[in-house]
Nanobody, 118 residues
């Protein structure tokens, strides 16, 4: 059974850098699949942020790539999102997700609320 768990701050001040970590159990992030960060704005749909492949290669949203970095620690089976220069518009629920072969986003973390406010 694959499980994903997000962790990080719930409140970030404008202009700071948001760092979130996803801890994965039941499957190795360095063997297969894409491991994805997604966010959901209040009352709106989902936005794809980027992913990291099991090889370590990353793909980032064109609209966000200047501000984001995705990395991993294979010894801890974790992958991390860093979002710099945050604004109140970055307020959202952030999810880490696995992309399956045929089912798309097949395993999700529970999500973590991030609020950007001074």
């Amino acid at each position: 059974q694959v499980q994903l768990q997000e962790s990080g701050p719930g409140l970030v001040k404008p202009s700071q850098t948001l760092s979130l970590t996803c801890t994965v159990s039941g499957g190795s992030i360095s063997i297969n699949y894409h491991w994805i960060w997604i966010r959901q704005f209040p009352g709106k749909g989902l936005e794809w942020i980027g992913n990291i492949h099991s090889s370590g290669f990353t793909t980032l949203s064109p609209s966000l790539k200047s501000r984001i970095s995705i990395s991993r620690d294979t010894t801890k089976n974790q992958f991390t999102l860093q979002l710099s220069s945050v604004t109140p518009e970055d307020t959202a629920v952030y999810y880490c997700v696995r992309e399956g072969v045929t089912l798309g986003y097949d395993y999700w973390g529970q999500g973590t609320q991030v609020t950007v406010s001074s």
